[in-house]
């Protein structure tokens, strides 16, 4: 990630002296800020505390790095202070980015959509509801295709597929999918009869399942339109307006269940109180994202739920709200930073 935030600074503090003024670079210094947020962003959800505004200024973050400078000394900022940069460079690629949308076999690069989604994400995690509901309406209002399963049973991680914005990771890689199965919790939460997405993202290996999502080059996907409905709903419920929330998670599930399935649900969704259908939004969440790089920071954000993984015949307990939800520095960067 810094090594991505170092190229990203030589954009942002050079390109203007060495570029002729056009659109064209007004773009290129745009999603060089977008990219620089994104990456202070992942690490600040790696390696700093889940973001608390009651404690975000004195929670320890990560170093913050924005000149071009190889003597500098890298002292760990806050995770209020990363936070403030990440929404500062994400206004100035507001500024000067001005493509909607890229166009495809280029849209692992930042356009409007993808910075309103990165916005929208960051200011969920935040807890600052009505920004990431703004953000995620704006977001919408570029890119609003839902791909129906019940028509279309394709994955809708790849990277020309109609609900991409932003294609530029790999959630899953090809090493660890060929290394590893589908716990069998994550396998409970799917209804195998009526959710369209399971023989879509598994596929049954002996008593064990593999994952079939992630680990090719045209699945990238680090932003789609599938997240934004579920943030509108999540936003839409913690600012108590329930009856939008049902309906736009009505909206998403229709797409990605039988019309028995739906059916089904929609009649306990209308019935649900909001501690409810906080539960399913959360639990649609991880049904739509698994290996995506989502449910981390989904957990650390909401339950830090006990984790138990079993490995051969030794069991590993991450406990609720364990430390180690934060994970800490590298040995390697300690090593050769004291002041982390």
Do not use: C
Request: glycine share 4%; proline share 4%; no cysteine.
């Amino acid at each position: 990630s810094y090594t991505v935030i170092f190229y990203t600074n030589v954009i942002i503090n050079e390109a203007s002296n060495k570029v002729a003024a056009s659109e064209e670079r007004d773009q290129l210094i745009g999603e060089a800020y977008a990219l620089r947020a994104m990456a202070n962003f992942d690490l600040i959800n790696l390696f700093g505390k889940p973001y608390n505004p009651a404690t975000a200024a004195s929670d320890k973050g990560v170093p913050l790095a924005l000149e071009i400078d190889l003597e500098q000394v890298f002292v760990p900022q806050s995770v209020d202070v990363i936070y403030n940069q990440v929404i500062s460079d994400t206004k100035e690629a507001e500024k000067l980015i001005n493509l909607s949308t890229q166009p495809k076999g280029l849209n692992y690069r930042f356009s409007k959509v993808a910075l309103y989604s990165l916005e929208s994400r960051l200011y969920l995690y935040q807890q600052q509801w009505q920004k990431s509901l703004d953000a995620a309406n704006k977001a919408l209002e570029l890119k609003n295709t839902l791909i129906d399963l019940k028509a279309t049973p394709v994955l809708a991680t790849k990277y020309d597929g109609k609900e991409s914005i932003l294609a530029l990771e790999d959630g899953y890689i090809v090493g660890l999918k060929r290394a590893s199965y589908a716990s069998a919790d994550l396998i409970a939460a799917y209804n195998k009869t009526t959710d369209l997405r399971f023989p879509l993202y598994f596929a049954a290996s002996g008593s064990r399942f593999r994952i079939l999502k992630g680990g090719n080059d045209d699945q990238k996907s680090s932003f789609r339109s599938s997240e934004l409905y579920l943030t509108k709903a999540e936003t839409l419920l913690k600012l108590d307006n329930i009856n939008d929330a049902k309906a736009t998670v009505l909206t998403f599930i229709k797409n990605r269940y039988t019309p028995a399935g739906y059916d089904q649900l929609a009649s306990s969704i209308n019935t649900m109180n909001a501690t409810d259908l906080t539960n399913f939004i959360f639990e649609e969440r991880r049904r739509e994202f698994p290996v995506e790089g989502h449910r981390w920071f989904d957990l650390r954000r909401s339950t830090q739920k006990q984790i138990v993984h079993k490995f051969m015949t030794i069991e590993y307990t991450l406990l609720q709200n364990d430390p180690r939800y934060t994970i800490i520095y590298p040995a390697d960067a300690r090593l050769n930073n004291p002041n982390l």
